[in-house]
Every structure is written in structure tokens, then in C-alpha cells.
Nanobody, 124 residues
Framework: QVSLVESGGGLVQAGGSLRLSCAASGRTVSSFSMGWFRQAPGKEREFVVVVSRSGANTYYADSVKGRFTISRDNAKNTVYLAMNSLKPEDTAIYYC?????????????????WGQGTQVTVSS
């Protein structure tokens, strides 16, 4: 397993931007497919985006496609989520997660390690 710590959340107005970071320790992130999930109050935790081990491939949920961008810096052992054109419905706790599976896993059960989450609140 790997330890993950998210940061960068906060309060932003609709249309604004935030960049989340996920810093890993214990193992190098290059060993994992890395994903972001989010959980809004009263809702299930949902998939947002995943990036492959090399960073060459990504897969986005339809709800964020074209607005969010995932990237990874294996040298810094960090994964990022750039969020633009934020909407109130993007309000949630955002979690970083690591999977030992190859490819682009999208299910919660595919992930072995989770961060503690960072709150993102988008006001209208």
C-alpha cells in the first residue's frame, strides 16, 4: 500500500478553478494507476477520473469531461487534479486513490489505498 494525502480544496465561486494535489509516500506512484473520486453529502462516492501508471492514458466521468484534467508527476510522487469551470454540483469531498491494477480502473473496489479527502465547495 501507499499513503496518500490530498490538499488544495477550498471554497470557490461557480466558474472558478482549483487544483488538487495528492502526495504519496511509502511507495512510488508510478507503481499504481491513480484515480480521483468524490462524495457529495448524502450520496455515494463516485468515480471522477483515472490516469494510467505511465500517465499516457486517462479516463473521465462524463460529468467532468472537458473541465477537469488529471496529471501525474512521478518524479515528485504526486498526482494533480485541475478543475476548471466549477459548478455547484461539483461540491464534494474529493479523494485520491491508488490501484495496483493495470489499465484504467473505475470502480471503488479496484482501489487499495485512499487519502483522507479534501473538501471542495462551489458557491452559486
Amino acid at each position: 500500500q501507499v499513503s496518500l494525502v490530498e490538499s488544495g480544496g477550498g471554497l470557490v465561486q461557480a466558474g472558478g478553478s482549483l487544483r488538487l494535489s495528492c502526495a504519496a509516500s511509502g511507495r512510488t506512484v508510478s507503481s499504481f494507476s491513480m484515480g480521483w473520486f468524490r462524495q457529495a453529502p448524502g450520496k455515494e462516492r463516485e468515480f471522477v477520473v483515472v490516469v494510467s501508471r505511465s500517465g499516457a492514458n486517462t479516463y473521465y466521468a462524463d460529468s467532468v469531461k472537458g473541465r477537469f484534467t488529471i496529471s501525474r508527476d512521478n518524479a515528485k510522487n504526486t498526482v494533480y487534479l485541475a478543475m476548471n469551470s466549477l459548478k455547484p454540483e461539483d461540491t464534494a469531498i474529493y479523494y485520491c486513490a491508488a490501484s495496483v491494477l493495470l489499465g484504467l480502473p473505475v470502480r471503488r473496489v479496484d482501489y487499495d489505498s485512499w487519502g483522507q479527502g479534501t473538501q471542495v465547495t462551489v458557491s452559486s
